[in-house]
């Protein structure tokens, strides 16, 4: 982990509520897809996790939601403002595990973390297939440019405006050799249920976002995990449903 | 002698910055990030005899100059802390720690405070009766001054090293309380614990935290913390520990001002993790500017 100053070289809205900010820093702390930035917004005292969308050379991309009035506060940025985000934090999605024909499963917000692990698995020669899902056509983004990757890309909206009408699980391809996928909690759930194996990307309220606070604990399988140190990302294996 | 040195309790410490419990760990995530040995010395994680999960979540709730937690005592338990948090920190940290112990029963504290008295590594036993995140436990030893000077006697006649007993703000006056632990043994205070609080969603209109409420810490909180180690440091004569929101090295001389031997410093590690070692490095600077030359004066 490190803490840098970055500066904002865009921040655009790309669909409703949706915007992307790229950043320019020291990245060297990202190594792995899957990881997220926790960002210092003046006026807030916690700071903001977001998880990383791409990250080349000295340029890192984010997509966020206007959520709340942190994030309401990000979208009025402009290019050339200074940041301070914590990098480098959380487990990131390991690629080794994929296979040869791994499948992506994204929802709304969960969509962006997914673009840099296909990035990396493209690079590694595998044959990659996303499922994007949303809830209507206007909140799509990103389809071309994981198209532009080389991926297979299945689009499905809840209202069936725009793809595969449905939930991400009814755009799952016949055969894929594992799963990676990030989302809300009950687009997990039914992932998980159909998904032989894979991993998971989780969320919850945290207060450091590097494992000193014990804000976003929850139980495993293999014990207790911090949300932010030891995961976001848990694999299917040791993930223990509450309700 | 260093111009930042302090007694603790009879142990010298080199300077009086301290991290707070609940917000360094057992040490080792910000151990990653810099020479932790830096540190006058730091408070660890609460500890209990068993092993706990802590609350449900949400857990954490954001708020004007603060935050609210309820994380609920979550730690691996005594033993486990022993046999592998301490010899992990041992490798990194070569000071004298301070342990922070709770508990839901007297037995409790004195059993956790002993086990933890043996250990080389702990300088100071630092007793949380303050704890506003437990049912039945924690808070409700530092709310009467019958149970508080109860406790603190009780854990005192088994240890040997210095007892720092850390109070809960969460009470009609302070100084009973405070007058209460010096006269049953305590050999220094620390104070405050976080305010109670709570926050509900505009959405759910539910509460955001699962416990409902929790404790209010961060900037907001450093005029109460100020007035309350006011009150408490003239009104016992065992030194006391201050902290509560505190975020800067004008806010640790302030603190100082208001009678503190030491400071603690909380939240402020979970926004800005250097933030313990800026601190020690501006102190110096910051008391020239006020003409402060010694931090303890003799």
Not at chain 1, 72 to 94: H, I
Not at chain 1, 114 to 142: D, H, P, S
Not at chain 2, 243 to 258: F, K, P, Q
Request: glycine letters at 12%; one cysteine or more.
């Amino acid at each position: 982990m490190k803490d840098v100053i970055f500066t904002i070289q865009e921040n655009t809205r790309i669909a409703p509520s949706t915007y992307r900010m790229v950043l320019e820093g020291d990245t060297a702390e990202i190594q792995r897809p899957g990881q997220f930035v926790n960002i210092r917004l003046d006026g807030f005292f916690l700071r903001r996790p977001i998880s990383v969308c791409d990250c080349e050379g000295t340029l890192l991309t984010i997509i966020y939601k206007t959520v709340g009035k942190g994030t309401a506060a990000m979208a009025e940025m402009e290019s050339g403002f200074k940041l301070s985000l914590l990098t480098g934090l959380g487990n990131g999605y390991d690629t080794q595990a994929s296979g040869d024909t791994p499948l992506l499963v994204g929802g709304g917000a969960g969509v962006p973390p997914m673009y840099l692990l296909a990035k990396k698995l493209r690079e590694e020669g595998k044959q990659v297939t996303v499922i994007l899902g949303f809830n209507a056509k206007e909140e799509i983004f990103f389809e071309e440019e994981f198209r532009s990757l080389g991926c297979e890309v299945i689009v499905t909206t809840v209202d069936g405006s725009y793809g595969v009408k449905g939930f991400v699980t009814d755009g799952f391809p016949e055969a894929y050799s594992y799963v990676y996928t990030c989302g809300p909690e009950p687009m997990l759930k039914a992932v998980y249920q159909k998904a032989k194996d894979g991993q998971f990307s989780f969320e919850e309220r945290m207060g450091c976002g590097f494992g000193a606070c014990m804000g976003c604990s929850c139980r495993t399988i293999t014990g207790y995990k911090r949300i932010c140190k030891d995961g976001p990302i848990l694999r299917k294996g040791e993930i223990l449903w509450e309700d | 002698m260093g111009r930042l040195n302090c007694d603790l309790c009879g142990i010298q410490i080199d300077n009086p910055i301290i991290p707070a419990s609940g917000t360094f760990g057992y040490g080792s995530e910000f151990a990653a990030l810099y020479d932790i040995n830096i540190l006058g010395t730091f408070s660890f994680k609460g500890t209990t005899k068993e092993p706990r999960f802590g609350n449900e979540t949400p857990r954490i709730a954001e708020c004007a100059g603060g935050m609210l937690n309820s994380v609920g005592l979550q730690n691996p338990g005594v033993e486990k802390v022993i046999t592998e948090e301490l010899p992990k920190l041992k490798e990194v940290f070569h000071k004298k720690v301070m342990a922070n112990v709770s508990g839901f029963s007297e037995e409790e504290y004195v059993y956790t405070a002993k086990r933890l008295d043996q250990e080389e590594m702990v300088g100071w036993i630092e007793l949380n009766i303050s704890c506003p995140n437990v049912h039945g436990g924690g808070m409700s030893f530092g709310t009467k001054a019958a149970d508080a000077a109860s406790v603190t006697a009780a854990v005192k006649k088994e240890i040997q090293k210095p007892l720092i007993v850390k109070l809960s703000p969460n009470v009609t006056d302070i100084t009973e309380i405070a007058k209460a632990v010096a006269d049953a043994g305590a050999d220094g205070i620390s104070l405050i614990n976080t305010l109670m609080g709570m926050r509900f969603d505009l959405k759910t209109g539910k509460p955001i935290l699962a416990n409902v409420t929790g404790g209010l810490s961060g900037p907001a909180i450093f005029p109460v913390a100020l007035r309350m180690v006011y009150q408490v440091a003239n009104a016992v004569k065992v030194p006391v520990i201050g902290m509560g929101g505190i975020s800067s090295a004008e806010d640790v001389l302030e603190m100082r001002m208001a009678g503190a031997r030491a400071v603690e410093i909380g939240a402020a590690n979970l926004t800005d993790p250097f933030i313990c070692k800026t601190i020690i490095e501006q102190l110096p600077e910051v008391m020239d500017k006020y003409g402060v030359k010694q931090w303890q004066e003799m």
